[in-house]
Every structure is written in C-alpha cells, then in structure tokens.
C-alpha cells in the first residue's frame, strides 16, 4: 500500500504523502518537528494539537485539517487515523488501511510517558515503518522521574553556589516537558525567546505550565542569581549564552547516555532524557504491533533491520528517509525562534 520514493512516503491510492520532505499535493504529518513537517505543501493533514506549531512555523496561512486521536477519514477508499506516538504533544502514528491490509507510519515515538504528551498506544497492523534513532542496546534509558529529580538536585546545588542553571532541549516538545517537572519551589525559571513562543502555543492549546519569565535581551544578573533558564540547543556559545554568566550547563538528550557526547559539547551535566524509543522500547512496540513487515527508517537503521530478521523472524528492511531523529542541535533562529 505504501511505497518509498523522493518525495517521502507514498499511498497511491490515496494519493497521499506521510511526512514528505518536497513539496506535495497533499500531507499527513506525524508531528511538528521541522525534519517532519516541511514549508510547501498544498495542504496538511495532522493533529488538532500539532496544527497551532505548525502553522506558526510553516506560515499562518497554510491549508489544514485537523483530526483527534482515532478520528476517521476516508480517502479514495482507504481509512486513515491518527493515534497518540508520545514523542512530544501532538505527535501521532498514521494508520492507513485498505481492502483489510493494514499499515502504520510511527513517525517518531517513545514509550515512556512524560505528563506533556498523550501516551504511546501500540497499533496492530501488517507493515510498521519504525524509527531507530537509539537502535543499540547501549541505549537503555533511566526512568524519567530519577532523571527529573536530579535536574531538581542539580539546580539546587547550582544556587546554593551562587550559579545560575541553564539546560539545553528542544523549544519543541523537550522545553516543556523539562518545565512541567521543575520543583518551582527552588527559584525563578526563565527561558529563551524561542522556548517562549513554543510554550505559549502549549499553554493556549493544551494546558498550563509553570511560571517564567522570557529573556531576549540584556539581563539583570541579581535579579537572575540561581535561576532556572530554558534554552534551545542552537542559544549555546552565544553572546545570548555569555550573558547568563555565571551558569552551569547541563544539556537534555538520548546522546548523553554515552558520557564522551557530554565532554565534546562542554556541558557539566548530562542528562539522559529523550523523547525517542531505546533500544527495549523499540522492541517492545514492534512486537507489540504483531508486524510481519518493519521497515526502519532514521538511525540505526542496518543494524537494527538485522537484529529484528535475526532474532524475532521479522520481514526487516531498512529504508532511505530525509529525518534527522534526535540530534545535539536545532534549527531554531536564536532571535526570533523560528526556523
């Protein structure tokens, strides 16, 4: 039903696009993220939750049809719905069926759930086409909850030293994640101009999040002293940055698993928190889809098709896409938080 070609991935019959990276027709897009959701399109299908950023990114004027989670269209006979991935809010899987074939496109996802989006829900189907950013077994997650406790911990003990703490994630997803698990308790949180824009589209469209104060400009370095400050990965060695000082830096990423990524980004923590799959996490939603068929797309992708035609019989094939997974960097312009 779904084919692969320099456009993205494609339904014939439905003449369709799922997260094409050129310009098409017509989209359904997984969620926000820029590698997934591409300027140009004649029109966008997605969550009513991902349409707010997307719009904000691609240009207020772009032509949508927002769809709930198992909400149900047809189109030229073939039913596609949305269903919750828990990559970030608003991220969904794209079940596409026709003539009782069954396909899903995850997109991105994670098992683990975080409190900021709606939790992953495997989806029975004969053709997953699955991600691997963190396709290794090194890559095995700590629970969220420790990892939260311990940036708490960590900001605590930055104040108590007269430093202020800035953490690096992504504006989109990471940012409010980290912000919705802060002891407020501890001190003032502030945060980048492009985390500010993005938390505001959350708060108008989804729900509350703690109280911060938005930076831009020049600061005010007693009024900041052992602050919290949200920042884009894309903010980090700039005069913005420099301004902040004194800080410790920590950054929030799948990549600081491995502790020589934290050393070549100078950071002074690590913290390992993620909003893609581990290694057991991909196992665990791949068997639980009953698949036949897996086609693995950004990361690991030849290692991790073996491994599954190896070990669990599967139909395994790695496919060549445009998505970029998790990375250390954004694309976000550090001054007007767009891309």
Request: hydrophobic letters at 35%; glycine letters at 8%.
């Amino acid at each position: 039903m779904l084919t692969f070609d320099n456009c993205g991935i494609y339904c014939a019959q439905a003449d369709i696009y799922i997260d094409p990276w050129k310009p098409v027709n017509k989209a359904v897009i997984t969620h926000a993220h820029s590698d997934h959701a591409r300027i140009g399109m004649g029109s966008y299908i997605a969550h009513e939750h991902a349409i707010p950023v997307m719009k904000y990114r691609l240009g207020a004027d772009i032509k949508c049809q927002a769809l709930k989670y198992r909400e149900e269209i047809v189109i030229n006979g073939v039913k596609i719905s949305l269903h919750p991935a828990g990559h970030i809010w608003g991220s969904a899987q794209v079940r596409l069926e026709f003539k009782g074939e069954v396909w899903v496109v995850s997109g991105d996802y994670k098992l683990q759930k975080d409190s900021i989006s709606a939790p992953f829900e495997p989806v029975r189907c004969h053709s997953f086409i699955t991600e691997s950013t963190f396709g290794l077994p090194v890559y095995k997650f700590p629970d969220p909850q420790e990892v939260h406790d311990d940036i708490n911990s960590w900001w605590r003990k930055n104040q108590e030293e007269g430093k202020n703490s800035v953490i690096c994630s992504y504006a989109l997803g990471k940012a409010q994640r980290v912000l919705a698990h802060l002891d407020t308790s501890i001190g003032r949180i502030y945060t980048h101009g492009a985390v500010d824009n993005i938390n505001k589209l959350y708060e108008e469209n989804i729900a509350a999040l703690p109280v911060t104060q938005r930076i831009d400009g020049s600061v005010n370095r007693k009024e900041i002293k052992g602050a919290m400050i949200i920042a884009p990965p894309s903010a980090a060695d700039t005069p913005w940055m420099r301004s902040l000082q004194p800080y410790k830096l920590g950054i929030c990423s799948g990549w600081m698993q491995l502790r020589g990524t934290r050393r070549r980004r100078g950071a002074d923590r690590g913290f390992v928190l993620s909003d893609h799959a581990d290694w057991d996490q991909l196992n665990t939603a791949i068997r639980e889809t009953g698949a036949e068929n897996i086609y693995v797309t950004h990361g690991y992708k030849s290692i991790y098709a073996r491994w599954l035609q190896t070990n669990y019989g599967l139909n395994a094939n790695e496919v060549e896409t445009l998505y970029t997974g998790e990375g250390l960097d954004d694309t976000l312009d550090t001054e007007t938080g767009k891309e």
